[in-house]
Antibody, heavy 120, light 108 residues
Framework: EVQLLESGGGLVQPGGSLRLSCAAS????????MSWVRQAPGKGLEWVLV????????SYADSVKGRFTISRDNSKNTLFLQMNSLRAEDTAVYYC?????????????WGQGTLVTVSS | SYVLTQPPSVSVAPGKTATITCGGN??????VHWYQQKPGQAPVLVIY???DRPSGIPERFSASNSGNTATLTISRVEAGDEADYYC???????????FGGGTKLTVL
């Protein structure tokens, strides 16, 4: 059974930084593209970033480009999200998810999410 | 940027059929996935590659994709189907993943 466990969320002031982690188990982690998807309180799902399995290629939503960085450590089965210059509008539950084969693949496994609150 | 449009809400009586649409420019040429999200829970994939069901998803869930509209159909709706439903595609032009705004399904 695939399990994804996010951690690192919390309260941060505007302009601050936070690093999220997603520990994966039950899968060959390096074979999967991984993504972060967020959901602001009471709002819909918003894709944030994706990183490919082995090559490490990335793609970012315009709303976070230049501020957020996605990375992974395949030796530790862990995905990371470095968030800098945080804004109030970044407040959301952040989910990590595996993406099926290729760019058109579905998000077939999701973590339970970690809440990030940006507020003074 | 590519936009997916869903109705904010759909209501249906138990035992009836619910239809949730997802509109997008020539969406029929794209691959569509559908997710179910119940309150306080992570999303769950219910339909992938336009019309396939993951293991464990009831046959009551089906979908199609053609022209400018993708459609999720839930037959013989049950109270437990009450949730938010999201469609999703990958836009090759921007290399971005796009979600629809979500549809809240209410079982009357």
């Amino acid at each position: 059974e695939v399990q994804l466990l996010e951690s690192g969320g919390g309260l941060v002031q505007p302009g601050g930084s936070l690093r999220l982690s997603c520990a994966a188990s039950g899968l060959t982690f390096s074979s999967y593209a991984m993504s972060w998807v967020r959901q602001a309180p009471g709002k819909g799902l918003e894709w944030v970033l994706v990183i490919s399995g082995r090559e490490g290629g990335t793609s970012y939503a315009d709303s976070v480009k230049g501020r957020f960085t996605i990375s992974r450590d395949n030796s530790k089965n862990t995905l990371f999200l470095q968030m800098n210059s945080l804004r109030a509008e970044d407040t959301a539950v952040y989910y990590c998810a595996t993406r099926g084969a290729g760019n058109t693949g579905p998000f077939d496994n999701w973590g339970q999410g970690t809440l990030v609150t940006v507020s003074s | 940027s590519y936009v997916l449009t869903q109705p904010p809400s759909v209501s249906v009586a138990p035992g009836k059929t619910a239809t949730i649409t997802c509109g997008g420019n020539t969406i029929g040429s794209k691959t569509v996935h559908w997710y179910q999200q119940k309150p306080g829970q992570a999303p769950v994939l219910v339909i992938y590659y336009d019309s396939d069901r993951p293991s464990g998803i009831p046959e009551r869930f089906s979908a199609s994709n053609s022209g400018n509209t993708a459609t999720l159909t839930i037959s013989r709706v049950e109270a437990g189907d009450e949730a938010d439903y999201y469609c999703q595609v990958w836009d090759s032009t921007s290399d971005h993943v796009v979600f629809g705004g979500g549809t809240k399904l209410t079982v009357l």
